[in-house]
């Protein structure tokens, strides 16, 4: 027997980091779920936030662990910004992101001088006056101002450093405009990715274990969510994750069982 009542959701979206992976290995039983879902054939996307690795990194680190996928079903920050703008209809762009993502770009034509969008991520050691001015001069001349992410900081090689956030403020005050954010939780990549899947927002669930990313982001723009009380999950967030999701099990393993899958 198939579906012995008619699923919760009709499509996944499924978080990688301390919900299917954690420290370089599957969460136990995570493969068997992923099996599960494409035994019965309800469509899912991955869907992580890094924005320092392409799509194409991603499916080979799930090959090596067991998984099978193909780019299509990976989505990072860059990877959803440029679903989002070709939905829009815009062909051209100016990037200011690492150099490894461009190739998810690669269905536009780069342009530095006359944009229809700047998508800002991270350049790091990369932005120079130049590359500011640049970007200011196309955004006040009507260009999107599209931001990966916006944190204002990270740690590599022991200290803190600048991230993108602060040059993505930079441009947002020099221009007047406000650059729309693409990554978890953002609204605009929650209704992006449901289209992916074809389904209405209310028909997907993502599934995560960052309560404000995945899960309240989800819910606010009104998909499911599925909390799992792995990777970030601690104790503590329980009364919180239950108030905030739809349903909280204790990994992936148990989303076949949520899904009523047989
Ligand atoms: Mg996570």
Redesign the pocket.
């Given at each position: 027997m198939g579906f012995d009542a008619h699923p919760p959701a009709d499509g996944l979206l499924i978080?990688?980091?301390?919900?299917l992976w954690e420290d370089g290995k599957l969460i136990a039983g995570a493969g068997e779920a992923i099996d599960a879902l494409r035994t019965a054939g309800i469509p899912f996307r991955f869907l992580t936030n890094t924005t320092r690795k392409p799509r194409s990194t991603l499916v080979a680190e799930l090959a090596g662990l067991g998984i099978e996928t193909s780019t299509y079903e990976c989505f990072t920050a860059p990877a959803a910004a440029a679903i989002w703008l070709g939905r829009r209809g815009v062909g051209r762009v100016s990037l200011l992101i690492a150099e490894a993502s461009f190739e998810d770009f690669s269905g536009f034509e780069l342009d530095d001088e006359t944009p229809e969008a700047v998508v800002i991520g991270d350049l790091g050691r990369g932005w120079t006056f130049d590359a500011l001015d640049r970007a200011f001069r196309a955004v006040i001349a009507g260009a999107d101002l599209i931001a990966l992410q916006k944190n204002r900081y990270w740690k590599t090689a022991g200290r803190l450093s600048l991230d993108a956030g602060p040059f993505v403020a930079a441009l947002e005050y020099a221009t007047g405009k406000q650059a729309t954010l693409v990554g978890k939780p953002s609204r605009e990549l929650f209704h992006t990715m449901a289209a992916e899947l074809d389904l209405p927002p209310e028909r997907v669930a993502m599934v995560?274990?960052?309560i404000e990313a995945?899960v309240e982001g989800a819910r606010a723009a009104n998909l499911q969510a599925v909390a799992v009380r792995t990777?970030?999950y601690r104790p503590a967030d329980e009364k919180w994750a239950r108030e905030a999701a739809t349903t909280v099990i204790d990994s992936l393993a148990g989303l076949p069982a949520w899904l009523r899958l047989g």
């Open positions: 978080d990688l980091d301390g919900t995560g274990d960052d995945d990777g970030k």
